[in-house]
C-alpha cells in the first residue's frame, strides 16, 4: 500500500546529523509513533515530511509521489499533509466553526461544500454543538480538537501530530489519547504522531519508531518493542526492567537459549546471534522460595493495587511487583522466566525511566 516511505533520509545542522539515513515504511492508514528522547531527531523528521525542512540526502514519499529527493521539492501548501501542533495555532478572532472551514476558504471551496465539510468534521472530533465559539471559550482538550477538525476537513493523505497533548494535563491526556483513537478508527488516516512519552506512543499506535541520535533503533508493534527489544538501548528505554550483560551464551534453538549471567545458568528467550544482554521485565521476576537468585530489596513504592521493589541481584538492580509492602534490606528468593535474551556488542543502554513523563 501507498502510504508515507523515507529512504536514507538524512538532514545535518551546521554539519551535525539530526536525522541519519532513516528507512521506514508507514502503511496507508497505519497509526504510527515516532519516540525518543529529547534532540533525538523526531520533529525534523516530522517538519521534513510537512515540507518545512529539506532533506540533505534520500527521499521522502507519499501515496507513491515524490516530496522531496535531491531534485524534486514540494513545497508544504502542495503536500496534501495536515499537521496539528503542540500550540494549536487558533485563530483567535474566528470561530470553532470559522478555523476549521479556514483552509477550505483558501482553496477557494463553494460555500455549501464548506459548510458540510466543516460540519462532518466538528461532528468527528465531538464539537458539533461548539461550532460558534471563540478559541479562548474552549478548553485546552477542545482547543486541541479543533486543531484536528481542522486538519481532516482538508482531507489530508497523512496527519502529522507533533506531541500534541503536551500541554494538557494527566486526566485530559487520557480523555484525548481515546480522542485520538478514535478519530484515527472512523477516518483511517494514515497518522504520524511525535511523543517523548512512552505510555502515549505504546497506548495509540500501531507500530512505533523508536529513535536516538537521528536513527530508528527499532520500527515495530508495541508489544514486540516490549516483549522482544532489539538492542539496549531500546530494551532501557522502552518499559521497565533490568538490562544485564551475559557472560556466556549458547546458540538460540526453536526461540530458546541458555545464557549465564547474575551467577545462574538462565532459560531465555531468543533468536538470531549468539546474545550478549538480557531483558528482565519486572513480570519475568518471581519472588519464589525455590528460586536459584538471592536479591536484597533496595526500594518498595505503591503503585496502586501493587508495589513496585527493586532488588539488588549479583551487583544488578532487578524489578519486580509484589501484592504485599516488602522490607527494605529484606533477602528474596528469586526465579526468572524466561527473559529476553538478544544481541548487541556495542551494548549502550537508555538512562532507565528516561522515556517516563
Ligand atoms: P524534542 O523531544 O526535545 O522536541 P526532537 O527529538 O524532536 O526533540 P529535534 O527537534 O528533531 O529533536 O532536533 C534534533 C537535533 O537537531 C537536536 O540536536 C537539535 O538541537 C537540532 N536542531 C533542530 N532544529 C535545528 C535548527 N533549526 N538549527 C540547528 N539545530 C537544530
Redesign the pocket.
Known amino acids: 500500500m501507498a502510504g508515507l516511505t523515507f529512504s536514507n533520509v538524512s538532514?545535518l545542522?551546521?554539519g551535525?546529523p539530526?536525522?541519519d539515513g532513516i528507512d521506514a515504511e508507514i502503511a496507508k492508514g497505519e497509526f504510527v509513533a515516532?519516540l525518543?528522547?529529547?534532540?533525538?531527531?523526531?520533529?525534523?523528521?516530522?517538519?521534513l515530511t510537512a515540507g518545512f525542512?529539506m532533506p540533505d540526502r534520500g527521499r521522502v514519499t507519499l501515496g507513491g509521489r515524490v516530496l522531496a529527493d535531491g531534485t524534486v521539492f514540494v513545497p508544504p501548501e502542495d503536500r496534501n499533509v495536515g499537521i496539528v501542533f503542540q500550540s494549536y495555532a487558533l485563530w483567535p478572532h474566528k470561530c470553532v466553526a470559522g478555523n476549521v472551514s479556514y483552509p477550505l476558504e483558501v482553496r477557494g471551496i463553494a460555500a455549501s461544500e464548506r459548510k458540510r465539510r466543516v460540519a462532518e468534521a466538528l461532528e468527528l472530533t465531538g464539537l458539533s454543538s461548539f461550532a460558534d465559539r471563540a478559541p479562548a471559550q474552549l478548553s485546552g482538550g477542545q482547543r486541541q480538537r479543533v486543531a484536528l477538525a481542522r486538519c481532516l476537513v482538508a482531507d489530508p493523505q497523512a496527519v502529522l501530530l507533533?506531541?500534541p497533548l503536551a500541554n494538557l494535563d494527566l486526566a485530559l491526556r487520557g480523555a484525548m489519547q481515546e480522542a485520538f483513537a478514535a478519530f484515527h478508527r472512523r477516518t483511517g488516516a494514515t497518522m504520524v504522531y511525535?511523543t517523548?512519552d512512552q505510555t502515549e506512543a505504546l497506548a495509540l499506535a500501531d507500530r512505533v519508531a523508536v529513535?536516538e541520535s537521528?536513527r530508528i533503533r527499532q520500527f515495530a508493534a508495541p508489544e514486540t518493542l516490549y516483549d522482544q527489544p532489539q538492542d539496549c538501548f531500546v530494551a532501557g528505554f522502552v518499559g521497565d526492567g533490568a538490562v544485564v550483560k551475559v557472560d556466556r551464551a549458547g546458540t538460540p534453538v526453536d526461540g530458546e537459549v541458555v545464557v549465564h549471567a547474575l551467577g545462574q545458568e538462565i532459560e531465555a528467550r531468543g533468536h538470531g546471534m549468539t546474545p550478549t544482554h538480557i531483558c528482565i521485565r519486572p513480570e519475568q521476576v518471581r519472588v519464589d522460595s525455590d528460586g536459584s537468585i538471592t536479591a536484597r530489596v533496595t526500594s518498595c513504592t505503591y503503585q496502586g493495587g501493587r508495589f513496585r521493589v527493586s532488588l539488588e541481584a549479583a551487583g544488578e538492580t532487578l524489578i519486580t511487583h509484589v501484592p504485599i509492602r516488602a522490607k527494605i534490606g529484606e533477602e528474596l528468593r528469586l526465579s526468572l522466566q524466561y527473559p529476553w535474551a538478544f544481541c548487541d556488542p556495542v551494548g549502550t543502554t537508555a538512562i532507565p525511566g528516561q522515556a517516563h513523563a
Open positions: 538532514k545542522y551546521a551535525t539530526a536525522l515516532l525518543g528522547p529529547s534532540g533525538c531527531g523526531k520533529t525534523t523528521l516530522l517538519r525542512e507533533d506531541e511525535v517523548h529513535m537521528g
